[in-house]
Nanobody, 126 residues
């Protein structure tokens, strides 16, 4: 059973860089041919796909976030990380990491992915 767990600060100040880590157990992030995603859900809104890193380490980003989002991985720890620079209150959301068999850039629900974490609330406020 694959399990994903998000970790990171619950509160970030505007203009700072948000860093979130997803720790994966029960399966390798290098296993063919999976994509490891970051998804978020702002309050009162639907899911937003932010980006992904695949089994080979290639990265993919939402065009709306590409300029200030970065996804990387640490295969020795079986983790992947999201960094979001210059955050604003509009980045307040519940952030999820997920695993999927392909890229889904417009998810309706987390059920579209194979596995997902419980989510972590991030609030951007001074």
């Amino acid at each position: 059973q694959v399990q994903l767990q998000e970790s990171g600060p619950g509160l970030v100040k505007p203009s700072q860089t948000l860093s979130l880590t997803c720790t994966v157990s029960g399966g390798s992030i290098t296993a063919n041919y999976y994509y490891w995603n970051w998804i978020r859900q702002p309050p009162g809104k639907g899911l937003e796909w932010m980006g992904a890193i695949d089994y080979s380490g290639s990265t993919y980003y939402s065009p709306s976030l590409k300029s200030h989002a970065s996804i990387s991985r640490d295969t020795s720890k079986n983790q992947f990380t999201l960094q979001l620079s210059s955050v604003t209150p509009e980045d307040t959301a519940v952030y999820y990491c997920t695993r999927g068999a392909g890229i889904r850039t417009d998810p309706t629900g987390l059920y579209e992915y194979d596995y997902w974490g419980q989510g972590t609330q991030v609030t951007v406020s001074s």
